[in-house]
């Protein structure tokens, strides 16, 4: 964000969001899951009886059914998701993301940075900033992951321990 490139007088907004509790709600279908399962366990240790199906001294393993936080590749996927999802809201295009190591650091169309589940969106045009920012939050609502904190736009704001001063810059 740093090496974005705006006039000296423009006022640079920004808007944000978090989805809530995103790694819980990117489900895992059954061929994945297996990957990902906790430590076994007799079926007994886990409350698991002949009813179940399960002998008491059988040993079972959990797999997770959404994304866990220490697998390596769940960052990487819920940032995949995330950027897909504003892709799929039609109202910016894969060259308007920010992305370090990117050479166009033009801040003279409204841009959008994401990392993991924040996303962010950045412009000259308060209205249409926010107007960006619904679109997307209604696209994400819509697809079942929730959105929170989200932060409208505004000249000042802290993101990711980071303030972005839209007016200093």
Same mark, same amino acid.
């Given at each position: 964000l740093a090496?974005?490139?705006c006039?000296?007088?423009d006022?640079?907004?920004? /808007?944000?969001?978090?989805?809530?509790?995103?790694?819980?709600?990117?489900?895992?279908?059954?061929?994945l899951?297996d990957?990902?399962?906790?430590?076994g366990?007799?079926a007994a240790?886990?409350s698991?009886?002949v009813a179940?199906?399960y002998m008491?001294d059988?040993?079972v393993?959990?797999?997770?059914?959404?994304?866990?936080?220490?697998f390596?590749?769940?960052?990487f996927?819920a940032?995949d998701? /995330?950027v897909?999802?504003?892709?799929?809201?039609?109202v910016l295009d /894969? /060259?308007d993301e920010?992305r370090?190591?990117y050479a166009?650091t033009s801040l003279?169309?409204?841009r959008?940075f994401?990392?993991v589940d924040?996303?962010?969106v950045l412009?000259?045009?308060a209205?249409?900033?926010?107007?960006?920012m619904?679109?997307i939050?209604?696209?994400?609502n819509?697809?079942?992951l929730l959105?929170?904190?989200h932060?409208p736009a505004?000249l000042c704001?802290?993101?990711?321990?980071?303030?972005?001063?839209g007016?200093?810059?």
């Amino acid at each position: 964000l740093a090496d974005l490139e705006c006039e000296v007088d423009d006022s640079v907004f920004s /808007a944000t969001i978090d989805v809530k509790d995103c790694f819980h709600r990117l489900r895992l279908d059954d061929s994945l899951s297996d990957y990902v399962c906790l430590p076994g366990g007799t079926a007994a240790s886990f409350s698991l009886t002949v009813a179940d199906g399960y002998m008491p001294d059988e040993i079972v393993y959990l797999a997770c059914s959404c994304l866990p936080m220490g697998f390596s590749w769940s960052v990487f996927f819920a940032q995949d998701v /995330a950027v897909e999802m504003i892709r799929r809201a039609g109202v910016l295009d /894969a /060259a308007d993301e920010i992305r370090d190591g990117y050479a166009d650091t033009s801040l003279d169309r409204v841009r959008f940075f994401c990392y993991v589940d924040n996303i962010g969106v950045l412009g000259l045009d308060a209205k249409r900033v926010d107007e960006i920012m619904n679109v997307i939050k209604d696209t994400l609502n819509a697809h079942g992951l929730l959105t929170h904190d989200h932060v409208p736009a505004c000249l000042c704001q802290d993101v990711l321990g980071v303030e972005i001063d839209g007016k200093r810059h």
